[in-house]
DNA sequence: GTCCCACCATGAAAATTTTCTTGACCAGGC
DNA sequence: GCCTGGTCAAGAAAATTTTCATGGTGGGAC
């Protein structure tokens, strides 16, 4: 009212008749107020013309990326939904590099002190590949957790928080799906199974190997790098002289060391063996084209960021688990193998 | 002393001698302290056995990404590259995804108010695309401003802030001179010149070329996808049946499109014309592998969360400018021109 | 029905942070 | 040389946030 005079938290307190505490209280949305009490100051507020939403403090929530060296397209994608929806309630994201071994014990973690402060950070997005202890030590604070589950090292236990998972398991039982479509039966899946989200894949296209009553056959290369993995499993099974006519990657990366491995040995993709992907990253960047599974990863992120934000309302629920579904993407790169193409056309 | 009795900061004052502010002055780095009571009051403090370093607030610089629907590899790893640094001195990093006009006056731009509220973030990266205005608008703020200088709009003016960039211009010209090396003089920049990475890239070939006598030849299609433009860029120039046998592009996403249109047209990379891209993003992944210009991005990311911090400590220094190089990376996308070769066995 | 206990919203008080004020110091102009 | 204005560190005061204490409420046991 006055000529511009500011008007103080204090003031308002006293316009609505409770206390400095309160107001602080609503305004920060830190600690419970009664929706009666909040509503009262929110109007006593807009009476003196005072911008509450203007002295809200943002409130933040930490992206983790563990063990992981760099940022890979990957984590992009669900650091970037998770910004995106984090943002349209007011949150915004920190983003903070984790590494540690699964084995250490959780009250041994060493873990950034920003983290532990419970007043810098109202919760965690986990992404990258995590482990039990660090949800154990996480659960010793109040924050709000919220994990991408694919990628948690197992065994690892339900608990009080959330998990995100995209469908892989249905993504690579698709995936086989389509290649028996073909027509194919001797196809093989290359991928370490020590990986979970390796494992996953593997159990839908077991459960569609199975189905068809042909023998789930895996290449396991021991090495980490996923190409790397590709290109030295698809080595070997061509140089064993087993019959394969599709290899299905466990991901787009395995794949692309698979076309590697595939035209060193004069071999061409898709006339002389189908490839199949999963996750739709380097997909559109090969020649011929991918087939593979598109999993959205935005909606993975988004969905972290919403478990993470609607905990923080009601912090004691138990844990969910929210399932994203995956697609799949037929490109270039599978055919009718050789064997029921010369059959074909012997017929026509 | 006493046993386990909490010790406040007021406590430490007293016993420091000094006011209540200070302590807070000292323990969150806000504002300025002497060093001699920095000192004193530091020195109280172990004394009493209360350990500052728990209580400092973290600080937290944003990380712009500016007007890119997506986070890029590109991005990705100047965000690793940042946020690296900035643990490393107690900084954490907040992402934050911003898309503005750039010809929108600085005053009206939608600025999100974590961004303009003083308390929360100190500084700023600013990577992605980004234009004079916000430079402006950011310049009213008390907040360090460090930009990926390459990147942006121009025109553009120095100010109060520092720029860092990696050395496109002298990546243009190594690897223009890495192809003329090899014998080629028809070599064809493909590459929007209205965006500044492109242009800067241009610049180095165009101060090859002309050291070579040869002209500077730009295809420049106009259209934003680099992959897309590329593609489209190739075939217009193949179909004029102008002379041409090296293709320099702009990006590596760029030179995927190169690769996919020469193919398109029955022509083998290198043996008919030979690919040179340039960030070594893509490379690693085509076939061949693109002989490219690497961008050593992670010091890009370290570079410019440095230069945010110094000035934190410095606010009042004029804009400085900070150049990461680059280097040649050689793949198998270039081998001497038909012409040479053919020149050459004849001779034999 | 009544007692007990746990929980929770709230105000009061304490602690901390931010703003305002002061006095010291320095550079430049007269 | 002396005044003036500007800058800046630091304390004082104000404002805000956090912690602590209290009283009310509701659910379950007896």
């Known amino acids: 009212m006055a ?84 943002v349209e309630q007011g949150y915004h994201v920190v983003f903070l590099s984790l590494n540690y071994r699964p084995d250490t014990p959780a009250e041994a973690l060493d873990i950034p002190r920003v983290m532990l402060r419970q007043d810098i950070l109202d919760g965690f997005v986990l992404a990258g590949i995590h482990s039990q202890n660090l949800l154990d030590r996480l659960a010793q604070t109040s924050a709000a957790v919220a994990v991408q589950g694919n990628n948690v090292q197992r065994p690892w236990h339900e608990g009080r928080y959330d998990a995100v998972y995209y469908d892989d398991v249905e993504g690579g039982y698709a995936m086989t799906r389509h290649l028996q479509g073909l027509g194919h039966r001797d196809i093989w899946f290359v991928g370490n199974r020590q990986y979970p989200w390796f494992d996953r894949c593997y159990d839908g296209y077991a459960r569609a190997m199975s189905e068809a009553d042909t023998p789930a056959r895996v290449v396991a290369p021991d090495c980490e790098a996923p190409r790397e993995a590709g290109y030295r ?10 019959p394969v006519t599709a290899i299905f ?22 006339e002389d063996i189908s490839v199949g992907g999963l996750d739709d990253i380097e997909a559109g960047t090969m020649h011929p084209r991918l087939d593979t599974v598109r999993i959205e990863l935005e909606d993975v992120g988004r969905a972290l960021a919403d478990c993470v934000m609607s905990r923080l309302e009601a912090p ?7 399932m994203i579904p995956t697609t799949l993407v037929t490109g270039a790169s599978s055919a009718p193998p050789r064997r029921a193409r010369m059959a074909r056309a012997r017929r026509a």
Chains 1, 2 share one sequence.
Not at 4 to 20: E, F, H, P, T, W
Not at 80 to 86: D, L, Q, T
Not at 233 to 242: D, K, N, Q, R
Not at 316 to 322: I, W
Request: glycine content about 10%.
């Open 3 to 86: 000529k511009g005079k500011k008007i103080r938290l204090q003031d308002l307190a006293r316009a609505a008749g409770v206390s400095g505490a309160t107001v602080s209280r609503v305004v920060n949305r830190t600690g419970k107020v009664s929706p009666a009490l909040e509503a009262r100051v929110q109007r006593v507020a807009d009476r003196l013309k005072l911008d509450l939403a203007a002295r809200v403090k943002p409130r933040l929530i930490g992206f983790v990326l563990g063990n992981r060296p760099l940022l890979h397209p990957f984590h992009s994608r669900i650091l970037a939904g998770c910004e995106a929806a984090c």
């Open 233 to 242: 499993g698809t080595i070997s099974l061509l140089a064993e002289g087993t």
């Open 316 to 322: 004691h629920l138990e844990g969910r688990r929210v």
């Open 249 to 270: 990657a466990g991901s787009d990366a395995t794949a692309q060391g698979v076309y590697e491995a595939v035209r060193e040995a004069g071999l061409r993709v898709p």
